[in-house]
């Protein structure tokens, strides 16, 4: 939601399949400065956008505006992290990830900041 107008967005597809240009740049956008405003109250924090345990169908989108911050700001602090996704075994309760999935994630997060720290 635009915080200015309240205007609600949804991303929609072009015709070959791909996100809306309009719609992937406002995307893009919003992952900038979310986490401008992230950095500003955390100056010195390591960053990790943990995503995909519904999917990871957004990801090229998010990459993209993760990539667009490092570049304009130079922070080499923030990261994207691609969770496993929960399936058969490790779905829960009405399709979300249940104890396994987070379990998975958890293992996933840690080995990940092992790496970084």
């Not at 986490?35 to 995909?52: E, M, Q, S």
């Not at 990871?56 to 996704?85: A, H």
């Amino acid at each position: 939601m635009d915080p200015e107008t309240g205007r609600s967005f949804k991303q929609t597809l072009a015709d070959d399949g791909s996100f809306a240009p309009a719609d992937a740049a406002r995307l893009a956008a919003a992952v900038r400065n979310f986490l401008a405003l992230v950095r500003k109250h955390n100056p010195h924090a390591v960053i990790v956008w943990a995503y995909g345990m519904l999917g990871s169908g957004l990801l090229p989108l998010l990459r993209d505006g993760l990539d667009q911050y490092r570049t304009v700001s130079g922070d080499e602090r923030v990261y994207l992290l691609e969770l496993p996704e929960a399936r058969g075994d490790t779905i829960g309760a009405r399709q979300h990830p249940g104890a396994a999935a987070h379990r998975a994630a958890a293992n996933c997060l840690a080995e990940f900041l092992r790496r970084v720290l």
